[in-house]
């Protein structure tokens, strides 16, 4: 009787253990389908899923589901690729870098509806001090402004001026639609009407009635960071690949922001828009040459500088991968300052873009 009740309290436990191990299993099998679901979802292949659930594993990370609703663990699944291949090299392996564009395609996404819920407005009260507005009259035309004061009562800006001619306008109870571009956010829009012409911090300026509705427009496309680094520029010769590397200086600039569809940069004298130029500068000791077309310009008659905004032209894989690896910070920390050949100072354009156009 003692023996069969030992024997009954042993395969006791051993049905208690096999219980919990199945479940185990069950649970574990469970999280990798609801993964292979979500990573489909997402837009990923069946291969690719494949090289991510390794990667999953490589780096120790507990619950798979989790990479696709955490940055930090999609961060370490980036990072892991990187420095892997870096270490087999096959960094430049094309199929290489189709994955890893899709891993920073999906972490792009991600940062970017983060990004644009941190950023985005709904109101007019928050917009800020010195934001540049543009004002559109029906029937008249539009003029550039500025915001001069915000309070709760009214939006306070510069008295509009045309941006064709001196034509002269009634502002006093005018209805208007105001456009803008908040920085690292997207444009707005939105219709209000003047109540009042009034001078304010000593500028002759408009009370506007506040909108609570803004309507939200030309949402940005990619994740721009600051970017401070020497750089030349050329003119594009669209008649031979404009991504093929220069081997002479061209002329000398300051980048000012990078992202994968295009960066900001500072030049002596005035670029016009339109203008085909390409940026060639190095990241991580790699040489990386940008072509693109000139969006904007702002120019500062007192120091003879302009800041040019340009729209990239679609990039190679690997280009792309490498600005997206400086845009999120996954680059080692040391960067070479040299450019990506050899630069003779008194071999360094000093001109204009529109100087070195006619040339």
């Known amino acids: 009787m003692y023996f069969m009740i030992q024997f009954l309290v042993f395969a006791a436990i051993i049905l208690v253990c096999v219980y919990f191990l199945t479940q185990s299993r069950k649970e574990k099998s469970g999280n990798w389908i609801q993964f292979l679901a979500k990573g489909k979802e997402a837009g990923f292949t069946v291969k690719d899923l494949d090289q991510l659930r390794r990667l999953v594993v490589s780096c120790n990370i507990k619950d798979p589901l989790g990479i696709f ?45 983060d990004a644009d819920k941190k950023s985005r407005i709904t109101t007019s009260r928050q917009i800020s001090e010195g934001q540049t507005l543009r004002i559109l009259v029906a029937g008249t035309g539009i003029y550039k402004s500025e915001v001069v004061k915000n309070s709760g009562n009214y939006l306070t800006i ?31 829009v939105f219709d209000t009407e003047i109540v009042d012409e009034v001078f304010s911090k000593g500028i002759s300026s408009l009370k506007v009635d506040h909108n609570n509705s803004l309507f939200r427009t030309q949402k940005r496309k990619s994740l721009r960071v600051k970017f401070r680094k020497a750089a030349f520029l050329y003119l594009v010769n669209d ?14 600039c300051m980048l000012d922001d990078i992202s994968d ?24 000791k790699v040489p990386v040459c940008m072509p693109a077309t000139v969006r904007s310009v702002e120019y500062n008659e ?17 280009t792309r991968n490498h600005i997206l690896c400086e845009v999120f910070n996954i680059l080692p920390e040391e960067d070479d300052e040299e450019l990506p ?3 003779l100072e008194d071999e360094i354009g000093t001109g204009t873009p529109a100087e070195a156009m006619n040339a």
């Open 69 to 113: 609703n955490s940055h930090k663990q999609f961060e370490i699944i980036i990072r892991s690729m990187i420095n892997a291949v870096h270490l087999s090299g096959e960094y430049y392996d094309p199929a290489t870098q189709i994955f890893l564009s899709k891993l920073f395609d999906y972490y792009k996404k991600d940062e970017m509806e």
């Open 158 to 188: 510069s008295r509009p001026v045309s941006t064709k001619s001196a034509t002269s306008m009634q502002w006093h109870g005018a209805k208007i639609s105001v456009y803008f571009w908040r920085e690292d956010d997207a444009g707005y």
């Open 239 to 252: 008649l031979d690949n404009p991504h093929t590397l220069e081997k002479s200086p061209g002329l000398r």
């Open 261 to 284: 569809t295009g960066c900001a940069l500072m030049v002596s004298g005035q670029a016009p828009t339109g203008l085909r130029l390409k940026v060639q500068f190095s990241l991580d």
């Open 302 to 318: 007192a120091n003879n500088t302009s800041v040019i905004r340009m729209e990239a032209d679609p990039l190679p894989l690997a």
């Open 341 to 343: 050949f050899r630069v």
